[in-house]
Nanobody, 116 residues
Framework: QEQLVESGGGSVQAGGSLRLSCTASEAIFRENAMGWYRQIPGNERDLVAGISTAGLPIYGDAVKDRFTISRDDAKNTVYLQMSSLKPEDTAVYLC??????????YGQGTQVTVSS
């Protein structure tokens, strides 16, 4: 069964950094855009960042200039480097694979907690 495997979440103080990783099968990674949503319980899922198969990134307004998304085609892995973290970045971060503008698969989610 195809799946997205995430890692790298954890707890950090405000101003700190974390890097999330999401690994997919070669077939999923090669054919789909990848990215991250985040979700706080009771709230809607928000786009954090996405990256096309060609490596073109997009970012949510809340994380521009602080987060960087990248993909390593040799490792079938997408990374989210998060810097200058704020308490409001606390959420479950979900990796996704997207085809034709629609998510087709999500990871299990990884918790990021930023304390003030």
């Amino acid at each position: 069964q195809e799946q997205l495997v995430e890692s790298g979440g954890g707890s950090v103080q405000a101003g700190g950094s974390l890097r999330l990783s999401c690994t997919a099968s070669e077939a999923i990674f090669r054919e789909n855009a990848m990215g991250w949503y985040r979700q706080i319980p009771g709230n809607e899922r928000d786009l954090v960042a996405g990256i096309s198969t060609a490596g073109l990134p997009i970012y949510g307004d809340a994380v521009k200039d602080r987060f960087t998304i990248s993909r390593d085609d040799a490792k079938n892995t997408v990374y989210l480097q998060m810097s200058s973290l704020k308490p409001e970045d606390t959420a479950v971060y979900l990796c996704y694979a997207q085809r034709r503008g629609r998510p087709i698969m999500y990871g299990q989610g990884t918790q990021v907690t930023v304390s003030s």
